[in-house]
Nanobody, 123 residues
């Protein structure tokens, strides 16, 4: 079993920055491709970003390109999401996910999910 624990969410003004972290335990972190998703009230769970096991493949959702950066430190069992130039529409609960199939935009490709961390961006 794998446990994923997110942290780093909070309340920030538009234009500000936050850095989300997701620490994994229970299995070898480098075995997993990792992703970030977000869920805003009244919306579907949306893909944000994904990174492959060795950081060779990275994907971003179009609306966050140039503002968000995903990275991972396999020695620390941690994946990060640096979020800059935040906008009110970025407000959501952010989830990290881990899976063994591939770095993917699809939630179904991930086997393990964290509990989420709230990000609120005020205008």
């Amino acid at each position: 079993q794998v446990q994923l624990v997110e942290s780093g969410g909070g309340l920030v003004q538009a234009g500000g920055s936050l850095r989300l972290s997701c620490v994994a335990s229970g299995r070898t972190f480098s075995d997993f491709h990792m992703g970030w998703f977000r869920h805003a009230p009244g919306k579907e769970r949306d893909f944000v970003s994904a990174i492959s096991r060795k950081s060779l493949i990275i994907y971003y959702e179009d609306s966050v390109k140039g503002r968000f950066t995903i990275s991972r430190d396999n020695a620390k069992n941690t994946v990060y999401l640096q979020m800059n130039s935040l906008k009110p529409e970025d407000t959501a609960v952010y989830y990290c996910a881990g899976g063994g199939q591939r770095a993917s935009r699809l939630p179904s490709d991930y086997d393990y999910w964290g509990q989420g961390t709230q990000v609120t961006v005020s205008s």
